[in-house]
């Protein structure tokens, strides 16, 4: 009974901290948008492509459509896609299409298709480089709102955490999730703070000052990564300010129809984040089962004392995850199924260092990039 209590009691200590220690990150809600101070920057978006017809289309038709007084070119890179991307991008005298060359030893392919995009950006001189992903359709104010908040903090990295598509069973269930475990790791508040060691950055909507992203050595300096977002914020932070927060109008349309594809999805970067550790991996699965399982099965005990503890962690669990859910637009009924959800992340964390191990990791659209 004791181990229980123990087990009880270090839950709820945890549940304790992360609500009233960790940034806040679990309140969750669109950042205001500023658009006064944006001034005529110019800016060059560069959108890195693989086999994307069925959504590079409408994300640079967002682009095309923004609201933006400064001079907007948009770069589009095809990486050797195999479809009708290229068709589907369209034609417009502000796109301009790379092809990508063939990908060198050493780089990961999101990160060549980008350095390549950014040999021509270069030749424009622009004050801001935006970079995002082939599936994310931007509010008309998107871009101005990114200017607007770089120019008035002074920062030489600022991004959002696009809101993800959840309208599939699998998306529904899932989505929520991800974003409250990926604000558990990069508290915003954090992020902001000079102070706080804490750097981190959502890739499908980043603007970096070409000044930031030369001081760093290009982006070059980070092209093995394969979570190529937070080790940007990592390469930036040092140097200059960065920031990081939520909307709710710019938007992923990427799909994901099964929860076979979600597991994917988790499993192409988890164990590279855990830095391809087996004791990494286990501590994870420890505290995963801790903060997450321990509780509801804890209130089934006959110890008193570990069963008020699991409650209480279940509690503040609830409390914590409806702010996401609300965010959304989820029923509150999910959040008693957070433990369920949070045991699919864990399997599909072991099932990322599974694809490593047997020289899969990392695998997106056919090609292999974490070895």
């Known amino acids: 009974m004791i181990f229980f209590e123990l087990v009880g009691a270090?839950?709820?200590?945890?549940?304790?901290?992360?609500?009233?220690?960790?940034?806040?990150?679990?309140?969750?809600?669109?950042?205001?948008?500023?658009?006064?101070?944006?001034?005529?920057k110019s800016v060059v978006a560069v959108i890195p492509a693989?086999?994307?017809?069925?959504?590079?289309?409408?994300?640079?038709?967002?682009?095309?459509?923004?609201?933006?007084?400064?001079?907007?070119?948009?770069?589009?890179?095809?990486?050797?896609?195999?479809?009708?991307?290229?068709?589907a991008a369209g034609a417009h005298q502000r796109l301009s299409i790379v092809q990508a060359g063939p990908l060198p030893k050493g780089w990961t392919g999101k990160l060549w298709a980008v350095s390549e995009g950014l040999k021509l950006a270069a030749s424009w001189e622009p004050d801001y480089?935006?970079?995002?992903d082939a599936d994310i359709v931007h509010a008309t104010?998107?871009?101005?709102?990114?200017?607007?908040?770089?120019?008035?903090?002074?920062?030489?990295?600022?991004?959002?955490?696009?809101?993800?598509q959840c309208r599939t069973p699998a998306e529904r269930a899932m989505i929520p999730a991800f974003v409250f475990f990926f604000l558990k790791l990069y508290p915003p508040a954090?992020?902001?703070?000079?102070?706080?060691?804490?750097?981190?950055?959502?890739?499908?909507?980043?603007?970096?000052?070409?000044?930031?992203?030369?001081?760093?050595?290009?982006?070059?300096?980070?092209?093995?990564?394969?979570?190529?977002d937070c080790a940007l914020a990592r390469a930036v932070k040092p140097g200059g300010d960065i920031w990081m927060g939520l909307t709710e109008k710019t938007r992923?349309?990427?799909?994901?129809?099964?929860?076979?594809?979600?597991?994917?999805?988790?499993?192409?970067?988890?164990?590279?984040?855990?830095?391809?550790?087996?004791w990494f991996l286990a501590g994870t699965?420890?505290?995963?089962?801790?903060?997450?399982?321990?509780?509801?099965?804890?209130?089934?005990?006959?110890?008193?004392?570990?069963?008020?503890?699991?409650?209480?962690?279940w509690i503040l669990m609830l409390t914590a995850y409806l702010p996401t859910l609300r965010f959304y637009r989820r029923s509150p009924a999910w959040a008693p199924l957070l433990p369920l959800i949070a045991l699919f992340y864990v399997i599909a964390?072991?099932?990322?260092?599974?694809?490593?191990w047997s020289g899969r990791g990392g695998l997106w659209k056919g090609r292999v990039q974490d070895e």
């Not at 304790?16 to 990150?25: H, P, Q, V, W």
Request: with cysteine; charged share 20%.
């Open 349 to 356: 964390t072991v099932d990322s260092a599974i694809r490593y």
């Open 252 to 278: 992923s349309i990427r799909e994901y129809a099964t929860f076979g594809e979600i597991r994917s999805m988790i499993s192409r970067t988890a164990f590279t984040q855990l830095r391809h550790s087996i």
């Open 50 to 87: 693989r086999n994307e017809e069925a959504v590079v289309g409408r994300a640079i038709e967002s682009l095309l459509q923004q609201n933006y007084s400064g001079q907007l070119r948009i770069i589009l890179v095809d990486d050797h896609s195999t479809d009708a991307t290229l068709a």
């Open 129 to 132: 480089i935006l970079l995002t």
């Open 141 to 164: 104010d998107n871009v101005a709102s990114l200017v607007a908040r770089a120019e008035a903090g002074g920062l030489d990295l600022a991004s959002y955490l696009v809101k993800l």
């Open 190 to 228: 954090w992020i902001a703070r000079r102070d706080h060691m804490t750097a981190g950055a959502a890739g499908g909507c980043m603007l970096i000052r070409s000044q930031a992203l030369a001081r760093i050595g290009g982006i070059a300096a980070i092209r093995g990564e394969l979570i190529d």
């Open 10 to 40: 270090a839950s709820l200590a945890v549940w304790i901290y992360l609500l009233f220690g960790r940034g806040g990150f679990w309140r969750v809600g669109a950042s205001p948008k500023l658009t006064r101070n944006a001034l005529a």
């Open 285 to 313: 699965i420890l505290a995963m089962v801790l903060i997450y399982l321990a509780p509801p099965l804890l209130i089934l005990t006959d110890d008193r004392v570990a069963a008020a503890c699991g409650f209480g962690a």
